[in-house]
């Protein structure tokens, strides 16, 4: 879901190779107000490939996300306090 940021972030991390997905394009209109660009009213833009990769594109199996025991998530959901990953070293 590209409108979900936790989704994005996921499909960077486990999708993109940054030397193969990635695409500067200079000289594009932006903003008149963007005062970072050297030249008014022109800019660059990065675009980033984080979609599922088709055969030939990658030789491994990316971005294929694991289906969870319901069970260990049980599990963990009932423990999570005692285990203090989140909270200082705390327990609850």
């Known amino acids: 879901n590209a409108r979900d940021w936790n989704d994005v972030i996921w499909a960077i991390t486990t999708r993109m190779d940054p030397a193969r997905d990635t695409v500067l394009v200079e000289n594009t209109p932006i903003d ?3 005062f970072a660009s050297p ?13 599922n990769k088709w055969p030939g594109e ?6 294929r996300p694991i289906k969870k025991d319901p069970d ?6 009932a ?3 005692e285990l203090a990953i989140f909270n200082n070293g ?3």
């Open 90 to 92: 705390k327990s609850a």
């Open 72 to 77: 260990v998530v049980a599990h963990i959901d």
């Open 79 to 81: 423990i999570w306090d």
């Open 32 to 34: 008149y107000l963007d």
């Open 39 to 51: 030249v008014s009213g022109l800019g660059s833009k990065m675009g980033l490939d984080a979609t």
């Open 58 to 63: 990658t030789q491994r199996e990316w971005g």
